[in-house]
């Protein structure tokens, strides 16, 4: 049954002229079928009334295109059959049709013309046909034309708010889209500064450490060799850092690497990205997420992202520890190192990392610590307030 209306809904709107000349031909047949069976009453049926009710009922195939013609034009033909004593049981009746469709599908002055219109027929029909429209007959025919405008009216608006949420969602998705658009610009613009500070950094210290070995090597082997592992450890940890950066910009291929920001349900495997490169980090869950913004919940994963690229970049060897808490109506992600701490890890504290995570957190209403730990190396806090979602 679902598919079959389904089914006459697309043809509907597809072609609506093949249902309303469908609709035409059965009041047509209707017509004929009520007029053959109407009481004694009314005249017998012949080629002129059949030729009046297929004028009535032509009309209504094009009613949805040119609605308030087709009233005026469908209610000639049956003031006709009246006036020469004919039933027009059926094709009288398809006038409340009529002037519903005018108020679906017209302005409000069609309406009203269509609705004053409507007085005028029901006059012309006391005065052409009394003795078969008496009081009652012109009341319950009145307030017939009265409840279908309403209808019709009322299935007007509720088409033009359909139209309007759908335009305004339209918009609102195109204005999304923009966003992302200029979200992922700005992001790769951040990720370039960032590769090009490590790198040119990371060069900078292995192009003197292996001058250094080059310069010493036949007077001081094991100064050499002290170059040498300095050399290493740093490629080791730009390699891991602009792992970590270039993250942003992989896409989901099956490639092995990490894809951020996908949650804080993914940290672990953000943490075994880093083992493997060279950056031990634990991640600890304390309570339960209990209706949490999905957004929020990007967000901490973000700041987590940010504060373990800074380790990499600052910290030089050391192991981190991160801690995400649920609390009622507040997530708080913290991150713990034990390198070098604050004087090199610290930075700029307006450089890019951290003002991206204190913007990302004051979106929340949330607070951000970034500075040296209670045992040494550095701490990141980051408290994101929220109110819990409703579930569906």
Same mark, same amino acid.
Request: no cysteine.
């Given at each position: 049954?679902?598919?079959?209306?389904?089914?006459?809904?697309?043809?509907?709107?597809? #072609?609506? *002229?093949? %249902?309303?000349?469908? $609709?035409? @031909?059965? /009041?047509? !047949?209707? =017509?004929?079928? +009520?007029?053959?069976? &109407?009481?004694?009453?009314?005249?017998?049926?012949?080629?002129?009334?059949?030729?009046?009710?297929?004028?009535?009922?032509?009309?209504?195939?094009?009613? #949805?295109? *040119?609605? %308030?013609?087709?009233? $005026?034009? @469908?209610? /000639?033909? !049956?003031? =006709?059959?009246? +006036?020469?004593?004919? &039933?027009?049981?059926?094709?009288?009746?398809?006038?409340?049709?009529?002037?519903?469709?005018?108020?679906?599908?017209?302005?409000?002055?069609?309406?009203?013309?269509?609705?004053?219109?409507?007085?005028?027929?029901?006059?012309?029909?006391?005065?052409? =046909?009394?003795?078969?429209?008496?009081?009652?007959?012109?009341?319950?025919?009145?307030?017939?034309?009265?409840?279908?405008?309403?209808?019709?009216?009322?299935?007007?608006?509720?088409?033009?708010?359909?139209?309007?949420?759908?335009?305004?969602?339209?918009?609102?998705?195109?204005?999304?889209?923009?966003?992302?658009?200029?979200?992922?610009?700005?992001?790769?613009?951040?990720?370039?500064?960032?590769?090009?500070?490590?790198?040119?950094?990371?060069?900078?210290?292995?192009?003197?450490?292996?001058?250094?070995?080059?310069?010493?090597?036949?007077?001081?082997?094991?100064?050499?060799?002290?170059?040498?592992?300095?050399?290493?450890?740093?490629?080791?940890?730009?390699?891991?850092?602009?792992?970590?950066?270039?993250?942003?910009?992989?896409?989901?291929?099956?490639?092995?690497?990490?894809?951020?920001?996908?949650?804080?349900?993914?940290?672990?495997?953000?943490?075994?990205?880093?083992?493997?490169?060279?950056?031990?980090?634990?991640?600890?869950?304390?309570?339960?997420?209990?209706?949490?913004?999905?957004?929020?919940?990007?967000?901490?994963?973000?700041?987590?992202?940010?504060?373990?690229?800074?380790?990499?970049?600052?910290?030089?060897?050391?192991?981190?520890?991160?801690?995400?808490?649920?609390?009622?109506?507040?997530?708080?992600?913290?991150?713990?190192?034990?390198?070098?701490?604050?004087?090199?890890?610290?930075?700029?504290?307006?450089?890019?990392?951290?003002?991206?995570?204190?913007?990302?957190?004051?979106?929340?209403?949330?607070?951000?610590?970034?500075?040296?730990?209670?045992?040494?190396?550095?701490?990141?806090?980051?408290?994101?307030?929220?109110?819990?979602?409703?579930?569906?």
């Amino acid at each position: 049954m679902n598919a079959a209306l389904a089914r006459i809904r697309g043809l509907d709107a597809a #072609r609506p *002229w093949v %249902l309303d000349l469908v $609709l035409a @031909a059965a /009041i047509f !047949v209707g =017509a004929v079928v +009520a007029a053959t069976a &109407s009481s004694p009453e009314f005249k017998s049926p012949d080629l002129t009334a059949y030729v009046l009710m297929a004028l009535s009922a032509l009309p209504y195939s094009v009613r #949805r295109r *040119w609605p %308030l013609p087709v009233f $005026l034009l @469908a209610s /000639i033909p !049956v003031l =006709a059959l009246l +006036a020469l004593g004919y &039933s027009s049981a059926v094709i009288g009746a398809a006038l409340f049709l009529a002037a519903y469709t005018v108020a679906a599908y017209s302005d409000r002055r069609a309406t009203a013309a269509a609705g004053a219109y409507a007085v005028v027929v029901l006059v012309v029909v006391v005065l052409a =046909a009394p003795a078969s429209m008496g009081f009652g007959a012109v009341v319950t025919n009145a307030a017939l034309f009265i409840g279908a405008f309403a209808l019709g009216r009322n299935a007007h608006v509720r088409r033009e708010n359909v139209i309007l949420l759908e335009e305004r969602a339209d918009l609102a998705e195109r204005a999304r889209a923009d966003e992302a658009r200029h979200a992922v610009a700005d992001e790769r613009l951040r990720i370039a500064q960032e590769v090009h500070d490590v790198l040119g950094h990371s060069l900078g210290v292995i192009a003197l450490q292996a001058g250094v070995g080059a310069h010493v090597i036949d007077v001081d082997p094991a100064e050499a060799k002290a170059s040498l592992e300095a050399i290493s450890r740093t490629s080791r940890s730009s390699l891991a850092e602009v792992r970590l950066i270039l993250g942003a910009l992989r896409t989901d291929t099956g490639e092995r690497g990490y894809h951020p920001p996908l949650g804080l349900d993914a940290l672990d495997a953000l943490a075994s990205e880093l083992t493997e490169a060279g950056l031990p980090v634990h991640v600890e869950v304390l309570g339960i997420p209990n209706g949490v913004p999905a957004a929020l919940d990007l967000t901490g994963d973000r700041v987590v992202q940010e504060a373990l690229t800074n380790v990499v970049r600052h910290a030089g060897p050391a192991k981190a520890e991160v801690t995400v808490r649920y609390e009622d109506r507040q997530v708080t992600v913290q991150v713990d190192d034990d390198g070098r701490g604050t004087t090199a890890q610290a930075g700029n504290p307006t450089g890019h990392g951290q003002l991206g995570m204190r913007e990302r957190v004051a979106v929340w209403g949330g607070t951000l610590f970034a500075g040296p730990g209670p045992e040494g190396g550095y701490r990141v806090t980051a408290t994101l307030p929220y109110e819990p979602q409703e579930g569906p």
